[in-house]
């Protein structure tokens, strides 16, 4: 299935992350994927903490468009 049908289909509220393929630094997200809220696609970058030894996911979310595609922000 292509990412675009993906998105049309994902239900709101609902999303997914699996591992990034492209990590190339310590700096690239350890996971990467989509997640729909309000009718809009979001691409979800996670990293893997860890302090005291507990481990913890860290999140950014950047407004996609329905190919997946990150927008540009017009300033």
């Known amino acids: 299935m292509s990412t675009k049908k993906y998105l049309e289909e994902l239900l709101?509220?609902?999303g997914?992350?699996?591992?990034?393929?492209?990590?190339?630094?310590?700096?690239?997200?350890?996971?990467g994927g989509y997640i729909k809220i309000d009718d809009k696609i979001y691409r979800l970058s996670a990293w893997v903490k860890t302090k005291g030894g507990k481990k913890s996911l860290s999140l950014k979310a950047i407004e996609a468009d329905c190919e997946g595609s990150i927008n540009k922000i017009k300033t």
Do not use: A, C, I, V
């Open 16 to 31: 997914h992350l699996n591992p990034f393929p492209m990590k190339t630094t310590d700096k690239s997200p350890d996971y």
């Open 12 to 14: 709101e509220g609902s």
